[in-house]
């Protein structure tokens, strides 16, 4: 049998590092294809995965492929950057209909700004985490070792 990990298993290490009610406010279908459209668009973020991340079944709703909890919670990372991308289309929106003081009335110049930050922040986070993981791997006693003796013979 091929291993596999479901998009739920991201979704999960997703959804336990935001707090957003209108996830329970929704049926579970809508929360799925929400949660399906911010994990799709994280994929790309994940520049060099050690495994073949686009492989994916839509049907199932799963990678056709195991991925490790290290590339779980760099997706979910990336799904944040999304989701913030998301919550400051949003913003934008209000901005556009409102202008000059009625748009700094509002503080929501303050608060889109606020959401910049914090996406950046997540896609910086991301970064840093892809790092990390290209800078390890597994020996043959299952500890967690560098890589950048490898990374130097070839120069």
Known sequence: MAEYTSFSAVYDVFLSKITDDMYMELYPEETNDLLEALLLGA???FEFPKVNITDYDLTNESFNVSLSNEEKNILA???ISEW???QLASVENTRMKYSGSDFK???QAAHMDKILKIRDAYQAEGFHLQRLYKRRVQDDNGRMVSTFG???EKF
């Open 43 to 45: 994929l790309p973020w």
């Open 150 to 152: 490898q990374m130097m």
């Open 77 to 79: 990372t990336y799904m």
């Open 84 to 86: 913030m991308g998301q």
């Open 105 to 107: 009335f509002t503080s």
